[in-house]
């Protein structure tokens, strides 16, 4: 894993740049274990689709005032954990993706 953060750390500081975000933190290993809990659980496509869908209700709620960024991506990583879990006998990462 120490190799792949080498790789990513320098895309994400460069992505947060880009995006003019630069002070926002990003626990590498928390979203890596949340696209792995989805795409095993659910299908590999879940991976990216979970993580988008957290980042976005962590964002929506800090934007509103509901949490802290701390606080929201906690709270939508843990929901969004128990529901890929919860999915984990329907399907399967070998099962193909339904449209």
Do not use: C, K, W
Not at 4 to 20: G, H, I, K, T, W
Not at 50 to 74: D, H, N, P
């Amino acid at each position: 894993m120490a190799a792949v953060e080498e790789q990513l750390q320098p895309f994400v500081a460069e992505l947060l740049a880009a995006l003019e975000i630069e002070d926002t933190p990003v626990d590498l290993d928390s979203v890596l274990n949340l696209a792995g809990v989805a795409a095993h659980s659910v299908v590999r496509p879940a991976a990216p689709v979970t993580t988008f869908i957290v980042g976005y209700a962590a964002g929506l709620a800090v934007a509103t005032g509901q949490a802290s960024a701390e606080t929201a991506m906690r709270a939508a990583s843990r929901v969004a954990d128990e529901v890929a879990r919860r999915h984990g006998g329907a399907g399967g990462p070998d099962q193909p993706v339904r449209a």
